[in-house]
């Protein structure tokens, strides 16, 4: 079966599911509403009664008495207005035809409470208190019988017995027509209520569709994880396992269950899993160990144990999530190693394929989620509700950025992120993040004070998106931790062991010592989720990972009520201006070109790799070289110029190099000129992918200047030797 097709029967059942939810709500409305109904026509005979006894308990002709026909009216019509309807609340609950006659006989008691009370204008208000507590079936459709039993009441009563309904002996049509149109008045916002309830139940049956459905998936993704999982309370008992680490300890699940994990941890590292378990409870986020554990059968094998302390909103802790993975062979043997290695790649990409699932499955509710608590938004809500809607948004925003931040995570582990390291000016990447960072540090009233005279010589051998992400992040945290109307500072210094230092200082609440170590550690917010201020306790934990696969370091100095200096270390490296050297004019003697001018067209974003090739063709007079630092303006310029040769990064800003290219390849003016990418990326797969494109050729950065004159020099003359043998 398709992903497409799994898909849609995944929608299907959840549809169904949402379907079936919003009829058990409605179902329970209607009998609780009946319920309601059968209290209230059995308190309102009573009342009935009494009103009848109290009003006008006996009628006088001269000197004799009699019970007054209101008292009878009272006992035996209230009676018969009132014992049907209830019986059908016992005998058909929640049925249509129930709400329907409990809507009539309403509307008839109010009739009768009229009467009683010779017309009174204080009773009328009866049959419009009844209308709204009719509105709490949610169903308009029993306001219809309701309403119908009024208008003809008052109608036919006007018209014959006027004292009985509005307490005067002659009144006039129109006092009807006045009265039922009051009622309608009335019905038209009932109608609008009840609309916007069964959407409301509607929203409801679907996000808690959505959200089983989630629970269901990881339920499922839990149970069918290749590797040991459990959940753990915190009085050490396993509260659920998955059947990976029942197969790996050689228990069932029942038996699991009915232990603790230091009952299957080998004697000799109980104390340490004690201290670990600690450890966490104390406030560590997570921990990683490799442990003994005991089978059923008594046979011993080694793990690997990561765990994690799950907590609640108030950051309260609830239990233990713990992932197991057999190490046994690795440790037994080292002819073993490289099986041990493949294990573990296996795991990592297991673990990776299991949080991209994760991501997907936390992503398709969300979108939901989000989706509709925006529209809720925007739809008028009282102040209530939008507190309640914030709150909702705030938190699905909060889960979307942690499942980005643990995605980037797990693909430096697992070696999946790609990163083009070229040199890159940290004056530019720092201008960058400083023009992004200054509305927020506006809104909180806050001075970033940046270097003035930053030596724009300065290049460090990085990714430049990444490097950017780094910085962005730490500008950010230093903003968010620094009081309103406080000071950002920033500073660039050249180490002895040619490393650039770029530190970040705020003059934010400071970082305990104790505390300093656990800094760089996921998930842990150093108690700061006790706080107004937003994070997931991931960013600083992802900037540490970029900055080691970038050969950079990342470090950390605080003082409690003075504030956070964070620093990050980069290698230096040459500007690409000064890997070649401009040729002399008065020494160097250059050939005449013998083909007449040449026009290269050269697309790259970074101004440094500009400069650069511009100098290496400065030898070739011969050469026009034409520049283009986004995609669709070069193009345009392709179009334009028609060049003899293109040179194509693949990072733009606008578009991605290889769109560029098969546009390029695409258009019958362009079709033909050859393309050469120049690149940072210099994996196989995707050096593979350019030239099965339609690129003549893949040169990787940093240039090999020898490599780089050959190919333009063999691409630009196969191209005029073409052109010649047209011509002849």
């Known amino acids: 079966m398709s992903a497409l097709e799994n898909k849609l029967m995944e929608q299907d059942t959840s549809a169904e599911r949402a379907d079936q939810l919003f009829h058990q709500h409605q179902q329970e409305i209607y009998r609780n509403t009946d319920k309601l109904f059968a209290r209230l026509m059995l308190f309102q005979w009573l009342a009935g009664i009494l009103m009848a006894f109290v009003i006008a308990p006996r009628t006088w002709s001269g000197q004799s008495s009699q019970i007054h026909i209101h008292v009878w009216a009272a006992i035996f019509i209230g009676g018969a207005i009132t014992i049907f309807p209830v019986w059908m609340t016992r005998v058909w609950p929640g049925a249509a035809i129930t709400r329907y006659v409990i809507a009539v006989a309403q509307m008839l008691m109010s009739a009768l409470l009229i009467s009683l009370t010779g017309g009174r204008i204080e009773t009328h208000f009866h049959v419009f208190g009844s209308l709204v507590i009719l509105s709490f079936y949610r169903d308009w459709r029993v306001l219809i019988p309701a309403t119908l039993v009024v208008a003809l009441d008052h109608f036919l009563r006007g018209i014959y017995w006027p004292y009985s309904v509005y307490g005067v002996l002659t009144a006039s049509p129109w006092r009807s027509i006045e009265h039922a149109g009051w009622v309608i008045f009335e019905d038209v916002f009932l109608v609008i209520s009840c609309l916007r309830s069964i959407r409301e139940m509607r929203f409801i049956a679907n996000r808690t569709a959505a959200l089983e459905a989630s629970e269901q998936s990881f339920r499922q993704i839990f149970e069918e994880a290749p590797i040991g999982m459990a959940v753990v309370d915190l009085d050490d008992r396993f509260r659920q396992v998955n059947a990976t680490l029942c197969h790996m300890l050689g228990y069932s699940k029942e038996e699991l269950t009915t232990r603790s994990p230091l009952d299957v941890t080998y004697p000799a590292d109980v104390e340490q899993s004690k201290e670990l378990d600690q450890a966490m409870k104390d406030g560590g986020a997570r921990c990683s160990v490799e442990k003994r554990y005991v089978r059923q059968n008594g046979e011993v094998i080694w793990a690997t144990r990561s765990a994690c302390m799950i907590r609640d909103q108030t950051g309260k802790p609830r239990h233990y999530l713990t992932m197991v993975e057999d190490i046994t062979q690795r440790k037994d043997s080292a002819v073993a190693l490289q099986q041990a290695k493949d294990e573990a790649d296996r795991a990592n990409n297991a673990k990776s394929e299991f949080l991209s699932r994760m991501s997907h ?328 992918r350019l030239l099965d494109g339609g690129a003549r050729d893949y040169l990787t950065k940093p240039l090999d200047v020898g490599k780089f004159v050959q190919v333009v020099e063999k691409t630009t003359k196969s191209l005029r030797g073409i052109s010649e043998c047209a011509v002849a």
């Open 361 to 688: 499955e936390f992503r398709t509710p969300l979108n939901a989620i989000l989706g509709f608590g925006q529209l809720l938004e925007r739809q008028n809500p009282t102040e209530l509700q939008r507190k309640r809607l914030g709150h909702i948004l705030s938190a699905g925003r909060h889960l979307l950025d942690l499942i980005n931040e643990v995605l980037d995570i797990s693909r430096i582990e697992v070696g999946r992120l790609q990163l083009s390291l070229e040199a890159v000016c940290v004056t530019e990447a720092l201008q960058e993040a400083l023009d992004l960072m200054r509305p927020l540090a506006s809104e909180r009233a806050i001075e970033i004070a940046a270097p003035s005279g930053l030596d724009p010589s300065y290049f460090v051998l990085a990714d430049r998106q990444r490097f950017k992400q780094v910085l962005l992040n730490l500008l950010t945290n230093a903003v968010k931790y620094t009081p309103i109307g406080g000071e950002v500072a920033i500073s660039c210094d050249l180490s002895g062991d040619c490393n650039l230092r770029v530190t970040v200082r705020d003059t934010g609440p400071g970082i305990a010592k104790d505390k300093l170590s656990r800094v760089f550690t996921p998930f842990d917010r150093l108690g700061a989720e006790q706080s107004d201020v937003q994070g997931t306790g991931l960013g600083l934990a992802l900037c540490q990972r970029l900055m080691h696969a970038m050969n950079g370091s990342i470090g950390v100095n605080s003082t409690v009520g003075e504030g956070s200096a964070f620093w990050i270390e980069l290698p230096c490296t040459e500007a690409p201006s000064n890997r070649v050297s401009l040729p002399d004019k008065t020494i160097t003697s250059r050939h005449e070109p013998s083909g007449g001018k040449r026009t290269i067209l050269y697309v790259e974003d970074n101004l440094s790799n500009v400069t650069l090739v511009e100098q290496i063709l400065a030898e070739q007079p011969e050469i026009e070289l034409i520049t283009a630092m986004q995609g669709r303006v070069g193009l345009d310029l392709a179009r334009r110029h028609l060049p003899d040769l293109i040179l194509l990064d693949l990072h733009l800003p606008d578009l991605p190099g290889w769109e560029v290219l098969a546009q390029l390849k695409a258009d019958e003016r362009t079709g033909r000129i050859p393309v050469v990418v120049i690149s940072a990326d210099a994996t196989a797969r995707q050096i593979e």
